[in-house]
């Protein structure tokens, strides 16, 4: 079963800053997608940024980046130029790639990471 | 405006009464699934839908009953609830083929059961 750990319950970061999100995931597909999505106090789940894993090139969004190592199956989220609105519990999800099957679709989680975001 | 949207958002009960939430969304989605947050835990899958009439257990379904007898909803039923499943929940709904399709989540259901 493929399983996701993000080690750091707390994270903080002075605003403007930047921070890196750590996530490992483990698999032995070689078809999946990684995902980052925060959490606000709003309690709403917003996608952040997206990574293949067919795709050697990181994915970025604005102030977020991604380290892909596929081998190292690490997954971290940069955030550049910290903003007091980055503040949420972070998630980093895997889902398995193919068409159809058992547990077709399922985002598995980690354990979320709080970022705190100081003025 | 594209959305999921669940009913209610805050529910307290006690134990044995059965209850169910909604999750309905406006996107036609093919695949609708229900998630629970559990502190340490993250997010978990409960269970998903691939079609109208489609359904399947995923990570913990114990306790927990679906249906889907219309496309844009997928609700979620729990029969005779326990303090266990005190949790906030979330459905979600993505276009098929998944490929890196974006799941769109509702805005959450804070469940607590005495």
């Known amino acids: 079963a493929q399983t996701v750990t993000q080690s750091q319950p707390e994270m903080s970061v002075q605003e403007a800053e930047t921070v890196t999100l750590s996530c490992t995931y483990d698999?032995?597909?070689?078809?999946?997608?990684l995902f980052w999505y925060k959490q606000p106090p709003s309690r709403q789940m917003i996608l952040v940024i997206r990574?293949?894993?067919?795709?050697?090139q990181n994915a970025t969004e604005n102030r977020f980046s991604v380290n892909f190592q596929k081998a190292a199956k690490s997954f971290s989220l940069k955030i550049s130029d910290s903003q007091l609105g980055d503040a949420a519990m972070y998630f980093c999800a895997y889902r398995r790639g193919g068409a159809g099957g058992t547990s077709y679709g399922k985002l598995t989680f980690g354990q979320g990471t709080i970022l705190t975001v100081h003025p | 405006e594209a959305q999921v949207t669940q009913n209610p958002r805050y529910l307290i009960t006690v134990t044995g009464k059965k209850l169910t939430v909604t999750c309905s969304q406006n996107?036609?989605?093919?695949?609708m699934s229900w998630y629970r947050q559990d502190p340490g835990l993250g997010l978990r899958q409960i269970y998903y839908s691939m079609n109208v009439e489609v359904t399947d257990k995923g990570d913990v379904p114990e306790g927990y009953k679906v249906s889907r007898k219309e496309k844009r909803n997928f609700p979620l039923i729990l029969e005779s609830p326990s303090p266990n499943q005190t949790s906030l929940y979330f459905c979600?709904?993505?276009?098929?083929?998944?490929?890196?399709?974006?799941?769109?989540f509702g805005p959450g259901t804070r469940l607590t059961v005495t």
């Open positions: 698999t032995s597909e070689s078809d999946y997608y």
């Open positions: 979600a709904s993505s276009p098929l083929p998944l490929q890196s399709s974006e799941q769109y």
């Open positions: 996107m036609n989605h093919e695949y």
């Open positions: 990574q293949e894993a067919y795709k050697q």
